[in-house]
């Protein structure tokens, strides 16, 4: 069993690239389910064959404990981990190929909180792995760009687990392609730099940048589309080398 957990900031596509990659699977015959770890989310584009809802009731503990909307939502979310035993019979139960994870709106509820880190260390599986959403949107500028890959090597640290970076919207984005440029050649992440930022604060995003790009954790970006499914094959493709030892899926 090879578990992917879907991570990114609020608003990224976490749950819409969930639907999509299930229905991939499902459709290259693969015994593929979801699970859903929001436990405040009132609406997803699948149905989840595992459902934290199912098992924690947010309503229910504003009013037992009267907490806001953000405070149950904390408390949910830590009582994840004390569910993992039941979620880890409804993913066995189903003796799946793959689990695709969608993991809270907030990924501070997720990441940054010791249940999400736990759960994720905890859930048996032969392989797992972490996608972290870039939106492309949101990394519209160098200097955005960067806090996300800032965010996303915390996630990574937090995690422990292989880690592909996304970058979703990609069919909305007027310059995916330049960002997925900053990405793999720095010289590109400076000159668009250079545009906004000079002198010190030229000098502190670039070496910040190179930093991250002399270490293991900066891995390449996969450019993405929830909805056209564009670069599918290749992050697939990925994630099929990390559970399999190398196998990719074909496309027929």
Known sequence: MNVVFVTGTAGAGKSLLTAS?????HEKSQNAITVN???GVLALPYEPDVDVRTMIDLQE???KYSLGPNGALVFAS???????PEIQDE?????PDFVVVDTPGQIELFAFRESGPFVAKSMRADSKAVLFLIDSLVASTPTSFLSLLLLSTSVQLRM????????SKTD??????EIVGWSREASKFERSLSETKSGDAYTFYSQIFRAIRKTTILTDVYPVSGYTRDGFIALVGELSRIAKGGEEFEEH
Do not use: F, R, T
């Open 160 to 167: 422990g687990l292989p880690l592909l970076q996304v970058l």
């Open 21 to 25: 990659l299930i229905s991939w699977y």
């Open 78 to 84: 830590d009582l994840i981990a004390s569910k993992l």
């Open 61 to 63: 503990l504003m009013s």
């Open 172 to 177: 909305i984005a007027q310059n995916a392609k």
């Open 37 to 39: 770890l929001d436990p």
């Open 91 to 95: 993913i066995e139960s189903s003796n």
